[in-house]
């Protein structure tokens, strides 16, 4: 069920309406039993695998508590654990790919093995949901946490369906309390969250979506094309994954505002960021943050050798860029962000920078960040290769050409043109002034109710005149 489909439509008012209207002990049921729902109208199978992650999760965190004086059996119980939950992960979404890429590494020495795969569906949030119970279970072993001895609300916890396929990924200290706790109707909080989630709306439809059918076409088909027409298609899935996944999140953090409950922020005007560093402490926070929390302190963070530092940074890039995609191309992406890091922390100082130069800063994080998503978006490491090998050709020539030539390839009407420019305009100026307001709330707070609702007015219109045709599934879907 996606969120911009006539069945969400449906299905939010009916959840929203059963969730206020029965007594507050039982809300966690509605809440458990909508969220199943949602998850099994994309594959009823499936259903087993999100609830036997929370079984084994839910036990493990009782015993954890009941051995909670015994180092070794806690260990233990951490480590099987572990391999429990990420054992699922793997058959349904590594197995292939590591079988596959031993196959081709023995025939690196001229031994032939019969490949071995699995015909296998990938979950849908099943990467999401599994990183929220080990997060769940190491905080219980951390003992900065209580394990939660309700089955029923803890499984509400896990499955909670707004940020149950695509985040963001919550902690356990922030969202199951919430599952918990008493709610009373807000009119104030349910309207943010409304107006919250027609932003999301507006960015994955008229924005992302429309961007997609002009980027899938070049990545598609990619050795049909060359030069700047292939820095255009960088740039439209640069602004694409961003407008598609964080309109996701913001639908998300508005759906669970109609039911009382504040999801964690996950986006911050990531394009604005002035190093890679930044750019990972605004962009998909959830994941920056867990990973930080669970692998990066573990090995040991920055207190340790700087060699060793370096190292904690790599593996901490490189486990990211698997967790996006069983393909080396994600393993290069998240390898490249890793590298830009370490450099940046020896070369690059981190004072308070302003004007001019945060701007250019700010432009040449943005630049990384758009040629790296290349891998991220190649269906392989030769198309990558072919991308950035053919990315000037014909720039020699006389250089209004090569971008008018880029330009004509694409063949935008007009009126395409128009829309896309300035709908992305609008965006910079809506995450412009993100970066220290809150626009919604800026909105909110004018004192005329014209300018108000004129705008509301024309966020509603942009959306059912200019949205793009067809469902388009959300990209973080297949991770």
Not at 20 to 34: D, G, H
Not at 40 to 57: A, E
Not at 442 to 468: D, M, V
Request: net charge positive.
């Amino acid at each position: 069920m996606l969120f911009n489909s006539w069945q969400f439509a449906i299905f939010l008012p009916v959840v929203f309406a059963l969730y206020w209207s029965v007594p507050q002990r039982f809300r966690w049921f509605v809440i458990l039993v909508s969220s199943y729902w949602f998850y099994m109208s994309w594959n009823v199978k499936y259903v087993t695998l999100i609830l036997f992650t929370t079984f084994i999760s839910y036990l493990a965190a009782i015993l954890l508590e009941r051995f909670n004086k015994n180092t070794a059996m806690k260990k233990i119980i951490l480590a099987l654990t572990l391999i429990a939950c990420l054992s699922v992960l793997f058959t349904f979404k590594y197995f292939n790919f590591f079988s596959q890429s031993f196959i081709e590494f023995m025939h690196l020495f001229a031994i032939h093995i019969h490949p071995v795969t699995l015909k296998l569906l990938l979950p849908v949030g099943i990467s999401f949901y599994t990183f929220q119970t080990l997060g769940y279970v190491i905080d219980v072993y951390r003992g900065t946490t209580k394990p939660e001895k309700h089955f029923g609300i803890y499984a509400a916890f896990i499955s909670f369906f707004p940020q149950l396929v695509a985040g963001p990924i919550e902690r356990t200290n922030n969202l199951l309390p919430q599952i918990k706790a008493y709610h009373e109707f807000k009119y104030e909080q349910a309207v943010y969250g409304l107006k919250l989630m027609t932003w999301g709306f507006f960015k994955k439809l008229c924005i992302a979506d429309i961007l997609a059918i002009h980027s899938d076409k070049i990545f598609n088909d990619i050795y049909s094309y060359k030069g700047f027409a292939l820095i255009i298609a960088a740039f439209f899935f640069t602004v694409q994954i961003y407008c598609d996944f964080s309109g996701y999140s913001d639908i998300a953090r508005g759906c669970s505002n109609l039911f009382g409950i504040e999801l964690m922020h996950n986006f911050r005007s990531p394009y604005f960021a002035s190093s890679i560093r930044e750019f990972w402490s605004r962009w998909h926070i959830s994941l920056s943050t867990w990973f930080r929390d669970y692998v990066y302190i573990p090995l040991g963070g920055n207190r340790v050798s700087r060699f060793r530092h370096k190292i904690n940074i790599m593996i901490t890039f490189i486990v990211s860029g698997l967790w996006h995609g069983a393909n080396w191309t994600f393993v290069i992406w998240g390898t490249l962000h890793g590298l830009a890091q370490i450099t940046e922390n020896a070369f690059v100082r981190r004072d308070d920078i302003h004007g001019f130069k945060r701007a250019l800063r700010v432009c040449i994080t943005f630049l990384f960040c758009m040629f790296a998503w290349v891998f991220f978006r190649a269906n392989n490491i030769s198309e990558a290769l072919y991308f950035f090998g053919h990315l000037f050709e014909g720039i020699t020539d006389v250089k209004a050409y090569f971008i008018l030539n880029g330009i004509e390839i694409f063949a935008l009407e007009l009126s395409t043109a128009v829309r896309i420019t300035g709908s992305i305009i609008f965006l910079a100026i809506w995450d412009y002034i993100s970066v220290k307001r809150d626009v919604i709330s800026l909105i909110t707070s004018q004192k005329y109710f014209i300018f108000r609702y004129a705008f509301y007015f024309g966020i509603l219109t942009l959306l059912i005149l200019y949205r793009a045709s067809g469902n388009i599934q959300f990209v973080y879907f297949q991770f």
